[in-house]
């Protein structure tokens, strides 16, 4: 139960700083990324699986941020 709370807490932080640079500079990959990382600890139940798709949501971000 904690361990989800933090990571919804952290990824959903690094997801709407994301949201906002792509707001920023007009790019909707990074936009959509941000949003993505926002939402999905809501449908997913498994801590491991949250943490796995939370990194790589992140890693995608700074991979296809141009």
Known sequence: ???DFVAS???GA???VAFMYGKR???PKTMVLGVLLMVYPYFITNT???YLIGASLTA???LFRD
Do not use: S
């Open 25 to 27: 500079q007009m790019l």
């Open 48 to 50: 491991v699986a949250v």
């Open 9 to 11: 807490m952290l990824f």
């Open 1 to 3: 139960m904690i361990p």
């Open 14 to 16: 690094v997801g709407f």
């Open 60 to 62: 995608a971000v700074f």
